[in-house]
């Protein structure tokens, strides 16, 4: 019997991940399966809710698949936070790689045993834009930044600025206005809302570590999983998996390349090795309260905290 | 056993009690977005008046009011719940009654009926529902959950209690949140029963 | 049949359910539920929109302007906002032919500016204006005709419930939307005025002219409209200016206003509970439709009928001219007989794929504010047309001694003025998009 599996997500149909991720997932799942499996997208959030309904839509199986960012159900996926932590995300693929390696061996059967996860991943380095110079700590003071995690809202409060939360559509207007004076996000998603044109410094945090990064997952109702013929989803768990979720990781790295080129007309900063020991200093207290919030949750912080730094580096 | 004026009088205190009691919701975000507001103008004086780095050393306190968004859609969203059992008994929800006339009065009070129905069975649908925002489903296990509830096994209850989500900025607890929509949403599938009942009568009455 | 013909027939079903007078809201929500079940094949589709759609449409930050702006124009009449305006309107314009009808249009424009909804401004201008119409002379149907079209001003001028609901479903800035409604807004404005005009060169008795009003005086009644324009200033100017976000805004307009009517006296603790209890009753009215919307957007989504709509109007080789006219005739028609909010619903998301396909030689990111601008104005005309205008229903039950026909015949002018200024907006979107381009390059 032949299997169409529904894909919910919030990206537009021009984004990216749904046209050089999903598409393609779609393309190569419905020739290895010889048309038998059968990927139907729905972008933009058109089957309703909002973003942060979409993991339990698949939980509850109104959906089969979904596309979301485990970030958007703040406090739920409170071990995958680990790899949203400053300083945390060193290579793309690495990362992604590392994170599915912990998916597979905790989260699975933890805090994703609602759905069956097909792939996680990371995207590439999140830099700070802004339209004054940030080229060290003391600049980030009074600033008002738009942040998009929570741990990097916690990041940018300890050191001195404060951040602003508002979806990713908002940041242009306020930034015209001067309501905020920057935004953190990786270099990918600047020019779909022009930041290149609104703000004239890019901070970039040099060395192996990133100064942050997001992580996403594509999760399957249970259900859906295992109502598979067991050929299919064979088929499916050979597209999916490992290697998907590295490329995907990669594949977002990649994406932001062509962005930092068409901002590279304006001041693009480097931060020293001194200044970013002094930014990894002063992120401390961000470590601590994550620790003590994970003990709070029943888990080891600390340990989950070596654990993740321990896959990335067998993962480079 | 009550009359049915006296019922009618008390849902309608209690419809509308609710309803004030969720205005204040409104008049909380409105007080609370005004004094963000004039904090952030202060804090930009401030910034302006010293140079940037004494600045954030200059009444530290005067910013503005971190997560001013998640306090006003919360104040405002239960207002928003709140007002629905009100404008039910108010009948508030717009009708098209271009073909009232043509109808008659028999016929018109049986529509009457049948719309304040429909509006009760949603009301009882998102009710059901809605209760999985703070309970989650048990999974492969049919026991049940309100045998537990009221048995008082209180674990069963606490491990089903959505308590894990947070508000993005803040990061309050949502689940009190929840619990006040639902309990509007219970007062809303009361009214809304009320509302069949009134209508049944005034069709069984007949009468102008 | 096909999952496409199925959310075709979604709509004779909808629009049954709506002339067997079951409240539209629910109409909505049965179709989409029911329709989203039928695709689905199974409940579950349709229990997890249960479960989460009431509480994400009523917790929203970006909604949670619209009871800001209700309880704003409640605060506003308790204030006598309406009164003055209405006062100083017609110190300047009493003593014109028609000129106590051109100043009720002037007011509700003044009020608008401060008011998100039609309902509010007719029904806080009619309580104030019929009466002095009345004493002056005026006819029954040209006094409820020109208050029932000042009402849509409302809505028209910013700020506008309509175009917040708009700006979510296309994806458009609220404030964009809200610069490029002043020019049209203005616009209607004046035609309403000129209308008036027209109407007593014709009817000289529907509207005499009263004694001229020396310059002292008039400065005089200008003073207490001071409130009016503070607060204005202080919501628009914020919102322009940067120092606060829309929301924000109504939230400063609602303290604005509940300052100005706590010393007016008008806001004791009876007042405050009865305008928290008008709040809510239509605000409640506006979200159950919004929710119901989102169940049955959902239901057309799933089966793919805004998708395969747009794929074959892009296909048909039509005119954009056609397309964009035929769009706008259809919301005066549906108009006739529909509510301006459930039309948008059901429309603009099966519409906003479309128009943004088609060229009209104006840069593809205007095409969708001045689309907007179209639609609410078209959308607007069902609140002055027979047989169902709401805010034809509303003047005329505060209008003791005029009859329904009277305010029907009343009313019609001010459509064909409205019609006008719909052509000159299709034909110049220039007119709409000037300010936009000048504040947003
Ligand atoms: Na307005
Ligand atoms: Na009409």
């Given at each position: 019997q032949d299997v169409t599996l529904r894909v919910h997500h919030f990206l537009p149909e021009r984004a990216s991940l749904h046209a050089q991720l999903l598409v393609p997932l779609a393309e190569r799942l419905d020739e290895a399966s010889e048309g038998r499996i059968k990927l139907e997208l729905f972008p933009a959030m058109s089957l309703g809710g909002r973003p942060g309904d979409l993991y339990d839509q698949a939980v509850d199986g109104a959906v089969d698949i979904v596309l979301t960012l485990?970030?958007?159900?703040?406090?739920?996926?409170n071990q995958t936070e680990v790899f949203e932590l400053p300083f945390m995300m060193r290579d793309a693929r690495a990362t992604a790689s590392a994170f599915w390696d912990l998916i597979e061996s905790?989260?699975?059967?933890?805090?994703?045993?609602e759905t069956q996860i097909l792939g996680g991943w990371v995207h590439g380095p999140g830099v700070i834009h802004s339209?004054?110079?940030?080229?060290?700590?003391?600049?980030?003071?009074?600033m008002e930044l738009r942040g998009p995690t929570r741990v990097i809202t916690d990041l940018l409060g300890e050191f001195g600025a404060t951040p602003v939360g508002m979806p990713l559509p908002s940041i242009p207007e306020n930034l015209s206005k001067g309501v905020i004076q920057g935004a953190v996000v990786p270099w990918e998603v600047v020019p779909s809302i022009k930041l290149q044109e609104l703000v004239s410094n890019h901070t970039e945090v040099t060395g192996d570590e990133a100064l942050y990064t997001a992580t996403f997952v594509l999760a399957m109702n249970l259900d859906a999983y295992d109502d598979m013929p067991d050929e299919l989803r064979d088929i499916l768990d050979a597209e999916t998996g490992k290697a998907f979720s590295a490329d995907a990781g990669a594949a977002m790295a990649e994406w932001d390349a062509p962005s930092r080129e068409i901002s590279s007309g304006n001041n693009i900063i480097q931060l020293s090795a001194e200044e970013v020991a002094r930014w990894k200093a002063a992120a401390q207290p961000v470590y601590d309260r994550w620790i003590a919030r994970a003990e709070g949750e029943g888990f080891d912080g600390a340990a989950a905290i070596e654990t993740a730094r321990g896959l990335i580096e067998s993962n480079m | 056993m009550m009359s049915f004026v006296t019922i009618e009088r008390r849902m309608e205190q209690l419809a509308g009690g609710l309803a004030v009691l969720g205005g204040l919701g409104l008049l909380f975000a409105t007080a609370m977005t005004c004094a963000s507001i004039l904090l952030k103008l202060l804090r930009r004086g401030l910034d302006w008046l010293f140079p940037p780095v004494d600045a954030v050393l200059v009444l530290e306190a005067v910013r503005p009011i971190l997560g001013e968004e998640e306090l006003v859609t919360y104040g405002v969203g239960v207002a928003l719940f709140a007002a629905l059992p009100w404008c039910m008994i108010r009948r508030g929800h717009i009708k098209v009654d271009l073909l009232e006339p043509l109808f008659g009065g028999r016929f018109n009070r049986a529509l009457d009926l049948l719309g304040d129905l429909a509006l009760a069975v949603i009301a009882y649908l998102i009710l059901t529902r809605q209760w999985f925002l703070i309970f989650k489903k048990a999974r492969r296990s049919e026991e049940s959950f309100f045998g537990a509830l009221f048995s008082g096994d209180v674990s069963v209850v606490g491990d089903r209690l959505r308590d894990g989500q947070e508000s993005q900025i803040l990061g309050l607890p949502l689940w009190p949140t929840y619990m006040v929509a639902e309990l509007c949403v219970a007062v809303f599938f009361m009214v809304a029963c009320f509302c069949v009942l009134r209508s049944a009568r005034a069709l069984w009455r007949g009468g102008a | 049949m096909t999952d496409f013909q199925l959310g075709l027939l979604g709509f004779p079903v909808l629009l049954c359910l709506i002339a067997l007078r079951i409240p539209i809201a629910a109409a909505m929500f049965i179709v989409g539920l029911g329709g989203t079940y039928l695709v689905a094949g199974n409940m579950r589709m349709m229990d997890s929109q249960l479960k989460t759609f009431a509480y994400g449409t009523l917790m929203n930050y970006s909604l949670s302007i619209i009871p800001l702006f209700l309880l704003m124009s409640e605060f506003a009449t308790r204030g006598g906002m309406s009164a003055a305006l209405f006062r100083a309107a017609g110190a300047w314009l009493g003593h014109r032919r028609g000129g106590l009808a051109m100043a009720a249009v002037g007011a509700s424009a003044g009020f608008g500016a401060m008011c998100g909804s039609s309902l509010a401004t007719a029904s806080s201008m009619g309580r104030v204006a019929l009466p002095e119409l009345r004493r002056a002379g005026y006819s029954g149907a040209l006094s409820t005709g020109a208050l029932a079209a000042g009402g849509t001003l409302g809505i028209l001028i910013p700020p506008s419930v309509v175009l917040v609901i708009y700006a979510i479903l296309a994806e458009e800035n609220i404030e964009r939307l809200f610069t490029a409604a002043f020019i049209p807004g203005a616009i209607a404005m004046i035609g309403y005025m000129v209308t008036v005009a027209i109407y007593t060169r014709f009817v000289p008795e529907a509207g005499r002219a009263l004694p001229r009003m020396p310059y002292r005086e008039r400065f005089a009644v200008l003073l207490p409209v001071w409130p009016v324009a503070v607060i204005f200033a202080l919501v628009i100017g914020g919102i322009y200016t940067g120092a606060f976000s829309p929301t924000a805004a109504a939230a400063v307009g609602v303290a604005g206003t509940a300052v100005v009517a706590w010393f007016a006296g008008g806001l004791g603790l009876a007042a405050l509970r009865e305008a928290l209890l008008n709040t809510a009753k239509t605000s409640g009215m506006i979200f159950f439709i919004v929710l119901s919307a989102g169940v049955l957007n959902s239901f057309l989504s799933s089966a793919q009928v805004p998708q395969s709509l747009a794929a074959y109007f892009l296909s048909a080789e039509l005119s954009p001219w056609v397309i964009l006219i035929g769009m706008l005739l259809l919301y005066v028609v549906l108009g006739t007989v529909m509510d301006s909010l459930a039309m948008i619903f059901l429309t603009v998301p099966i519409f906003i794929p479309i128009i943004a396909g088609l060229d009209f030689g104006i840069p593809p990111a205007e095409v969708g504010i001045w689309f907007g601008i179209l639609v609410l104005m078209s959308a607007e005309i069902g609140l002055i047309t027979?047989?169902?205008g709401l805010n034809l229903f509303v003047i005329n039950a505060m209008a003791d001694e005029t009859r329904i026909g009277q305010t029907y015949r009343g009313a019609l002018p001010f459509v064909l003025s409205d019609l006008v200024r719909i052509a000159l907006l299709v034909a110049f979107p220039g007119i709409t998009l000037w300010l936009v381009r000048l504040f947003y390059g």
């Open positions: 485990p970030g958007y159900t703040a406090g739920r996926f905790e989260l699975q059967d933890g805090e994703y045993d339209s004054k110079p940030v080229e060290k700590l003391e600049d980030l003071a009074g | - | 027979p047989p169902v």
